[in-house]
Structure formats: structure tokens, C-alpha cells
């Protein structure tokens, strides 16, 4: 593989993957968070209106429940984790793609091509790795996992499917 097309068929590719992951998974925390808040926060307020309006105790209770699913929604789906990790990811690669195109140490010899591709699928290598492992961790606990069906399922699918 050339030069160019690894830096535009895989490098660019991955960057531009964990960059949309990245903002997806924080557009989604930081709703969420919002949504969670609010309702935490109007929770005094309506138990005011308990005395005077006849179901405003089972709106508190739908309130309640609202906070207590969106909280579950955070741990099942780890929407800041991702957010972040997907960032550092995209960061790294970006990087480590300047150091190359720069000439910068430690992609300053003859060699710095395959030193770039060994960084880079090493990078996403152990990005994989860690999602390998959260999908295998029901498992080991005893429940089940659905299978992955598309690339926006994880990182681990980078190098099986692309987006075109």
C-alpha cells in the first residue's frame, strides 16, 4: 500500500471515525445529563402542587422514573467514557499523522512510513482490544450479548466494515 492511500483509505478514515464517535457520544452525554438535571431539579417544585393537583403525585413519580432510567442509560451505554476515549483516540491519530507528514521524530528516518502504520494500527489495535473485552464482560458475568451488526457499534468494527 502506498503512502497516500494509507494515510487517506485507513489514517484519515480512522480519524475521522472516532472524531464523529466523539461527538455523537458527547452531543448524546451532555443531552442526557441536561435532560437529568432539569427533571432532578423540578422535583421540588411540583411536590408543591401535590395538595392542590390530583395526579400531580404520579407526575413526580413519572419524573422519578425519568431520572432513574436516564441514570441507567449512562452506565449501560457510557456515553462520557466513549466520548472521551473516542477524542483521545482521534487526537493521538491525528498527532502521530503530523509527526509523520512533518518529518518529526520519531518519523524522521527512512523507515518513517513503517513506523507510522506500526504506531497507528497498534492505536487502534488496542482500541479494539478495549472493546473487545467491554463486549465480552457480560459474558464472563453471565448475561448475553447481542450481536454487532454495523460499524457504529463499536470500534472493534473499524477494520471489518467501512461507511462507503
Not at 453471565?142 to 454487532?148: F, S, Y
Amino acid at each position: 500500500m502506498e503512502i497516500e492511500q494509507y494515510l487517506k483509505e485507513r489514517l484519515d478514515d480512522q480519524i475521522d471515525w472516532y472524531d464523529r464517535k466523539s461527538a455523537s457520544n458527547q452531543r448524546l452525554y451532555k443531552r442526557l445529563r441536561l435532560l437529568e438535571v432539569v427533571a432532578a431539579a423540578s422535583i421540588p417544585f411540583l411536590t408543591g402542587f401535590i395538595p392542590d393537583l390530583q395526579h400531580m403525585s404520579h407526575i413526580v413519580a413519572a419524573v422519578g422514573v425519568l431520572i432513574a432510567v436516564i441514570s441507567g442509560v449512562f452506565a449501560l451505554f457510557k456515553f462520557q467514557e466513549n466520548w472521551i476515549e473516542y477524542r483521545t483516540t482521534a487526537e493521538t491519530l491525528k498527532h502521530h499523522k503530523y509527526l509523520f507528514l512533518t518529518r518529526t521524530s520519531p518519523y524522521h528516518d527512512g523507515d518513517a512510513f513503517h513506523v507510522l502504520v506500526t504506531t497507528v494500527e497498534r492505536l487502534i489495535s488496542q482500541e479494539n482490544s478495549k472493546w473487545t473485552e467491554y463486549i465480552r464482560q457480560p459474558q464472563a458475568e453471565g448475561g448475553t450479548v447481542e450481536p454487532l451488526t454495523d460499524r457504529d457499534e463499536g470500534p472493534a468494527l473499524t477494520t471489518l466494515h467501512s461507511d462507503k
